[in-house]
């Protein structure tokens, strides 16, 4: 039996439906979309439809985690640089936007970028022509852009961590991932379509007990669809039987309530110091706790900690 999807996201929610009839709605036009979910909703997996259905979709799709570039190669990795830009420059290099011509480009995380960044990125958008770093000529650019984040946008407005003027023209129009938690009737189709293709890799069938599905259901998934195909994964491979139990899932095997909930009011108290003390910002905020900014976000998502 087939199972309801669109594109390569699997939904029949009310929430996923409205998500499915915006990617319709806006893949033909060129305006920039901001996609706004928590960590595992699948943001790229709605960039790349928006994409696969363009009039761009024979272009170039590019992906640019903007969390992951260290700072001083933020405007290289976008923009581009001459030979000699800066020390190491030995070619030139096109960035992101110029390779994305004639395509799309995703912009994931985009509130993580420095605000020197956000003031080049602004007129790329609104002019659709970019400078390399150390260049002098001006390149026109025909691109469309996708940006994502989990950040609260308006909020770091608010403190001065990211413009207002680009954030309103990344938000000329906007898609909502609704969480897993909110998907009434999603998860035993995206466990079944996860298990599917699990069994195809491993050639053998996987398939959840009872008992286990009955856990799926208890469990909040604050990592959401990822969360739940990483799990998933681990599990079908521990399995011998080919019927997951419940005890092959690591969150039934997971310490005690009454202590996770003891660490995790800690791990909570400490965040929110460091994201006061940091003015919302999440990299600095991580560099103190000594995590990395996804395991931040992990556990800003995981506590609803608004930010």
Known sequence: MALPSFDSMVGASSGMLQVFSLIEKLA???????????????KELVARSLHRRSRRHAGPFLALNCAAIPTMLVESELFGSERGAYTGAVTAHAGFVERAHGGTLFLDEVGELPLQAQAKLLRVVEDRVVQRVGGVKPR?????????????????????????????????????????????GDLDLLADAILARLGDDLRREVRLSAAARAALHRYPWPGNVRELENCLRRAATATVSGEIGPDTLEFVRAAPRRLAERVDGAIEAAIRDGLRRHAGQQSPTAAELGITVEALRTHIARLGIAI
Request: proline fraction near 7%.
């Open 28 to 42: 033909p036009s060129d305006l920039t979309v901001l996609v706004l979910g928590e960590t595992g909703t699948g």
């Open 140 to 184: 026109t650019v025909d691109v469309r852009f996708i940006a994502a984040t989990l950040q609260d946008l308006p909020g770091l407005v608010q403190c001065g961590g990211f413009r207002r003027d680009l954030y309103h023209r990344l938000d000329e129009s906007r898609i909502d991932l609704p969480p897993l938690r909110d998907r009434n």
